[in-house]
């Protein structure tokens, strides 16, 4: 226990690693702010992406609260037009690149690498770098809020030619603009990353087919992003070209396509969502195995059908578009396209079912929220189907029946699955338990105030109530709806606050928590002490069936056997290797960060010195090497000697 | 922990509260919210295409509720069923660790296919159908063209022709013949919006650049609303429009009524006194204040027929005569046309020739009677935030309007019936 405290991953560990015998300084420190700005670890890559993830959650949260406070009654003056229009933008945009997907992220980097016995990321400066390039991202796409131009303001979508200097002659677009392009750069890194990660880190014996079920989903959101996010940059660079540059992609009066935009927006778009639901699908694919005590039921066809959603996801990009008057054809093609999407899909839960099935279902807090996702997601799903029915989204396209039907997924979904995450992982990365108790409170609060707000939804949207309007009158059927759902996103709201309170609570004071808390069935549980050690695995595992750890607890003497060789064959190698820190990261990400300042505000000498710091600091970063030390924990993880040179 | 303790009791007992207070919601409030029969609604449908649309989400809502009722209860019986019981229950023996039965999962993904099946054939009839106007009632349709702009809507008809002014135009309000199917010509002049007439017809988009169209038909003569379904910028919740279906004998006098010159007022009678109203506006508005009256939503069709009719006995010419001159001197005639009375305008703005014919104002959003246009003309910025009126009318030329220029304004264009 005694290394739990010392673990490096807390920032409380002592010892150094020896000084890099290169000519460039390499940062050392294990503790502080420096050791936070040049990390390389991705555990706590990931406790960045997750904190800022969470921080940005609350924002966007805070803009849905007064969204809904503006709607609380009809003809309401909480907010002015372009104040309200301003939320909604920054309430989706913020949720989906700056809550969402991070969140994701943020479970991928420490979560993956330990579910695949490795003991960190392919190319842990990169990973870096994607962190430091998605918080100047984001703080490009929210640095409106305090200048004069204002926060962005023409809807996540941002559909052309809205977005053109004519309708939108302030920097706000350019923030959005900007902000995307640097987040879509942080997010096509990470995802190479894992990519390599997953095809070329896997510890021996563990096959494709015996990956779980989260690292198979991760793998496909990472192929998702590199394939989907170059057609968002395209049309990025195009918009922004036709603002700074005078071209003519969506300019009208030149003989410009704006529907161009949309088909390239949405080509990224659709993916965008299985990026956000898949992570989600991958987390209750292992919460629901764990607390029901038996193997995922049909995981072949649980990977295949993750894969075959990812792959029909770049097929149906057009259901977003039926009302753009495709023709009856194209229109035919993507509805029936839409629709085949339910089958995997419905496999998925048809197989959660099966696992639940003959279990011994533990209802602890994770659990809830992963039982919770399921019926939500169901919900959404069905709505879904609905939308693909082309003539009947004819009336419920950008009414708020499809606002209930993507917060139904997207919360119901996403949100629950990424909080449960938390709950499950809590004990893993921080070794302390949340209070079942005050976790079930939060997670029933939850779930009443968002079925509250989101569920009259549907019945105003069917009531023709178009969504993105700061004020609606009160003689359209509209007023009880809206008052409803006001009300439940306080409750929402206040459930949230009580996850949060109760999260930071047991992250300061909590139970603490043993080794393998929930009896789990994954490799990532299978680390000497919580939170995990700075090298993940004293020695690496060699893996012998899917679920790894669980046969490892089952077949104890024929495991320790194999790890006493394996540690002794490491131990002759000259100890685990561990990367050096570098600052390099964070400065060419810096520079990313003022040279779109450069370009958001025509300014070639910023620009230049931005591209300049990202030039050098890509320049540094591959000429300092990828060097590193290497230290000698015994077999219980206890790091034995202060580690010699490379 | 008693804290903890007390807590628990109450979320047992909470839960029973909470499905009491459920209930008192469902059953106490409002039933226009559960029945959904607003003016916008898209199940209290009266066209065809409208119809054809609801059909075929009634199809996916019975199949998916079917599904979901199914799938629902399997798996809150397994959650009942296979829950650890007691502490003991949780350490028992892990069960049986299957991996799952291929058969189970081809019977469910073909069950899945064949449910698809069922709303994948009314989709497509539907898509046919609703996409244009059907062959055999080619003949006997009637064509209108509708723009979108920043933040209002331009129909024009190009089957009336106006000697020496081309097609007829109107503004925000679209009249269509009942029973006869409409061919609606879609086109964005700026950013793009969509036509939405919920109890019609489903939307479809006006972009900039591209040739759309949708086509409805009203079952009978009524007053219908629609809105802007496309997010268009700061005033895109108050983009809104009507469409009024008329029976043939009404649809040809509007038709004769509208290819007229803007009227001209007779001097009245002697005894007739005109109504002391333009002293009594309000000036306090809120800034997003409703802007119609109940009386008008008792019969909008009645109330529409209502507004055609000029009101020459209440009259007040020598006002109306003002209200004129003003038009011209504060330059309201060179955006808006008044087919008659002046030369000027274009047809990027809102054409006035019969705006007192119209029973809205600013897009579809105030009812039009003396006080909203009061309110409108005085303040503009306020009730349509961004508005061209404003910016580049108001503001650029620096327009001033005291209360008896508005009252003048409004006088005048009351009386273009």
């Known amino acids: ?538 020695v690496i595992p060699t893996v012998h069936a899917r679920d790894a750890f669980w046969y490892e607890k089952h077949h104890q003497s024929e495991i320790e056997q194999e790890k006493a060789a394996h540690h002794q064959a490491e131990a002759a190698h000259g100890g685990i290797h561990m990367p050096f820190q570098s600052i390099y990261p964070l400065v060419a990400s810096t520079g990313a960060l003022i040279g779109a300042f450069g370009a958001i505000y025509h300014n070639l000498i910023v620009a230049l010195i931005g591209g300049s710091l990202l030039f050098i600091g890509i320049y540094l970063w591959s000429l300092e090497g990828a060097e590193g030390y290497h230290i000698h924990p015994d077999e219980e993880g206890h790091d034995a000697t202060p580690a010699p040179k490379h | 922990m008693r804290l903890t303790s007390l807590l628990t009791t109450l979320a047992r007992r909470g839960r029973i509260l909470l499905a009491l207070g459920g209930l008192a919601l469902l059953t106490g409030c409002n039933l226009d919210f559960w029945t959904m029969k607003g003016h916008q609604s898209t199940i209290a449908v009266d066209g065809p295409v409208a119809k054809s649309q609801l059909n075929v989400f009634l199809v996916t809502c019975w199949v998916t509720l079917v599904i979901f009722i199914i799938v629902g209860s399997v798996l809150a019986y397994a959650t009942y069923k296979f829950r650890a019981r007691s502490e003991a229950d949780e350490q028992a023996v892990p069960p049986e660790q299957g991996h799952g039965n291929p058969l189970i999962e081809l019977g469910l993904i073909g069950a899945s296919v064949l449910a698809l099946v069922i709303i994948a054939v009314p989709t497509l009839k539907s898509i046919t159908y609703t996409a244009d106007v059907p062959a055999e009632e080619k003949a006997n349709a009637y064509e209108v063209n509708a723009y979108g702009y920043q933040w209002w809507f331009k129909f024009e008809y190009p089957a009336e022709q106006i000697a020496g002014s081309g097609q007829l135009v109107s503004a925000n309000e679209l009249v269509i013949p009942a029973g006869r199917p409409v061919h609606i010509n879609l086109r964005g002049m700026d950013v793009i919006h969509s036509f939405w007439v919920p109890k019609l017809a489903g939307k479809v988009d006006m972009i900039p650049n591209r040739g759309n169209f949708l086509w409805l038909k009203a079952d009978a003569p009524g007053y219908f609303w629609g809105q802007c379904a496309e997010y268009c910028g700061d005033s895109h919740a108050v983009m809104r429009f009507r469409v009024i279906a008329l029976g043939p004998k009404d649809f040809n006098n509007w038709l004769n009524a509208q290819t007229a010159p803007a009227r001209e007022v007779a001097k009245v009678a002697s005894t007739d006194q005109p109504k002391a109203q333009f002293a009594a506006y309000r000036s306090d508005w809120k800034r997003n204040e409703a802007g119609w009256s109940p009386q008008f939503e008792l019969n909008p069709l009645e109330s529409w027929k209502a507004h055609q009719e000029p009101d020459a006995k209440h009259e007040d010419t020598a006002l109306i005569a003002k209200g004129r001159a003003l038009f011209q001197s504060k330059t309201c005639f060179s955006c808006h046309v008044v087919r008659g009375h002046m030369v000027g305008g274009s047809g990027a703005y809102p054409e006035l020739t019969h705006v007192g014919a119209r029973t809205t104002i600013a897009g579809g959003l105030l009812e039009n009677n003396a006080e909203q246009l009061a309110r409108w003309i005085s303040h503009p910025d306020v009730v349509k935030p961004g508005n061209k009126m404003y910016v580049n009318g108001y503001l650029a030329n620096n327009i001033k309007l005291t209360p008896d220029d508005v009252s003048a304004l409004v006088a005048y264009l009351s009386s273009l019936k």
């Not at chain 1, 924002?59 to 909480?78: F, S």
Request: glycine share 10%; hydrophobic share 50%.
């Open chain 1, 1 to 538: 226990m005694e290394a739990t405290a010392k673990s490096h991953f807390t920032g409380k560990e002592e010892h150094a690693p020896a000084t890099p015998s290169f000519a460039f300084w390499r940062p050392t420190a294990k503790t502080g702010l420096m050791s936070w700005l040049t990390t390389v670890d991705h555990k706590k890559i990931g406790f960045l992406y997750g904190s800022f993830a969470l921080f940005f959650f609350l924002v966007g949260g805070c803009e849905a609260l007064l969204i809904r406070l503006q709607l609380i009654v009809p003809n309401n003056t909480l907010l002015t037009a372009p104040q309200y229009n301003t939320m909604f933008t920054m309430h989706g945009t913020t949720m989906i690149f700056l809550a969402v997907m991070p969140l994701g992220a943020a479970f991928f980097n420490f979560i993956m690498p330990l579910q695949i016995g490795a003991r960190d990321v392919a190319f842990p400066r990169l990973n870096a770098f994607s962190l430091w390039t998605f918080v100047a991202g984001a703080i490009i796409l929210n640095v409106g809020w305090f200048l004069p131009d204002g926060p962005p303001d023409a809807s996540w979508v941002g559909y052309a030619p809205l977005t053109s200097k004519l309708y939108n002659p302030t920097h706000a677009t350019d923030f959005w603009i900007l902000g995307l392009q640097l987040l879509g750069v942080a997010s096509i890194a990470a995802a190479l990353n894992f990519i390599v990660t997953i095809i070329n880190l896997r510890a021996p014996g563990m096959t494709m087919m015996r990956l779980p079920v989260f690292t198979w989903m991760t793998l496909i959101t990472s192929f998702l992003i590199i394939l989907s996010f170059p057609a968002i940059t395209i049309a990025l660079v195009e918009v922004m070209f036709d603002r700074q540059f005078g071209t003519n992609f969506f300019e009208v009066s030149n003989g410009g396509m704006p529907i161009l935009w949309q088909h390239l927006f949405w080509i990224f778009g659709h993916p965008e969502v299985y990026i956000l639901i898949l992570p989600a699908m991958g987390i209750v694919s292992e919460i629901l195995p764990t607390f029901a005590r038996k193997p995922l039921f049909g995981y072949p066809i649980v990977v295949f059908s993750g894969a075959s959603i990812g792959f029909l996801g770049f097929t149906v990009w057009s259901h977003h578009m039926f009302t753009t008057g495709m023709g009856t054809v194209a229109t035919a093609a993507f509805s029936l396209a839409t629709m085949t999407i339910a089958v995997p899909t419905g496999v998925k839960i048809f197989n959660w079912i099966g696992t639940l099935w003959g279990g011994h279902l533990k209802m602890r807090t994770p659990m809830m929220f992963a039982l919770g996702f399921i019926w939500m997601f169901m919900i959404g799903g069905f709505s879904g189907v609905m939308h693909s029915a082309a003539p009947a989204d004819a009336q419920q396209q950008d009414s708020y029946f499809v606002v209930a039907h993507f917060h139904y997924v997207l919360i119901g979904g996403s949100i629950f699955a990424l909080l449960g995450g938390i709950h499950y992982w809590f004990p893993l990365m921080f070794g302390r338990r949340v209070s079942e108790f005050w976790g079930k409170l939060s997670f029933w609060v939850i779930f009443i105030g968002f079925n509250v707000t989101f569920f009259p939804m549907h019945f105003l949207g069917l009531n023709g109530m178009p969504r993105r309007t700061f004020t609606y009158d009160g003689n359209m059927g509209w007023n009880v709806g809206n008052m409803i759902a006001t009300i439940g996103a306080l409750i929402l709201g206040t459930g949230i606050a009580i996850y949060f309170v109760v999260v930071i609570y047991t992250y300061l004071k909590g139970e603490k928590a043993g080794r393998d808390t929930w009896d789990a069935r994954t490799l990532e549980w299978s680390v000497p002490t919580n939170p995990p050690p700075e090298y993940n695995f004293a």
